[in-house]
């Protein structure tokens, strides 16, 4: 059964850089979408981007200046910086392995495992 | 923000059926797949529908899908004091990114 933890630190400081890791176990890393979804409290989800195991990447375009994933094959990681944070990325960040494919004139996409979440606050 | 929109909530009692739109346009629904998510309070969402009407295994033949046109709608029948939760319909938008719904509360009367 895969699995997936978040981890990182609770609180970061207006201004600085947001960061969280992702540690994959109970399945490959390889061949599979790897994406970060954030959701403020009491509000909805938002995709904040995925990252291919090969490590070409894809950004939400609200959020894609200030947005970098990476990832570790080696240690089955992928990771979240999200540099300049304000209180409105205050958020639940959950990390997800995603599944999309094309066909038919048509994307297909679906988050089928996820992480606990890892609530981030940011304030002063 | 969402460009999915989903009512705020829906409601029914043990037994009876809900159903939950999610209208979008051509720019998402209306061309791509549609999934479909259970968030339990305090929980991680949880996969319940994939191209727009298959199961995961595991997810009972209470919860389905459809799709026409630029809308989905996701119905549960049956329902249980175990389905009060939020669900979020989710697809891929042509400015290209993944978009969820604005989500819907299901309560059991």
């Known amino acids: 059964q895969v699995q997936l933890q978040e981890s990182g630190p609770g609180l970061v400081k207006p201004s600085e850089t947001l960061s969280l890791t992702c540690t994959v176990s109970g399945g490959s890393i390889t061949s599979y979408y790897w994406s970060w979804i954030r959701q403020p409290p009491e509000k909805g989800l938002e995709w904040i981007g995925y990252i291919y195991y090969s490590g070409s990447t894809n950004y939400n375009p609200s959020l894609k200046s200030r947005v970098t994933i990476s990832v570790d094959t080696s240690k089955s990681q992928f990771s979240l910086k999200l540099s300049s944070v304000t209180a409105a990325d205050t958020a639940v960040y959950y990390c997800?392995?995603?599944?999309?494919?094309?066909?038919?004139?048509?994307?297909?996409?679906?988050?089928?495992?996820w992480g606990q979440g890892s609530l981030v606050t940011v304030s002063s | 923000q969402s460009v999915l929109t989903q009512p705020p909530s829906v409601s029914a009692a043990p037994g009876q059926k809900v159903t939950i739109s999610c209208s979008g346009s051509s720019s998402n629904i209306g061309n791509n797949y549609v999934s479909w998510y259970q968030q339990l309070p305090g929980t991680a969402p949880k996969l319940l529908i994939y191209?727009?009407?298959k199961r995961p295994s595991g997810i009972p033949d209470r919860f389905s899908g459809s799709k026409s046109g630029t809308s989905a709608t996701l119905g549960i029948t049956g329902l249980q004091t175990g389905d009060e939760a939020d669900y979020y319909c989710g697809t891929w938008d042509s400015s290209l990114s993944d978009v969820f719904g604005t989500g819907t509360k299901v309560t059991v009367l």
């Open positions: 997800a392995r995603e599944e999309r494919y094309y066909g038919s004139g048509s994307y297909s996409s679906r988050f089928d495992y």
């Open positions: 191209d727009n009407n």
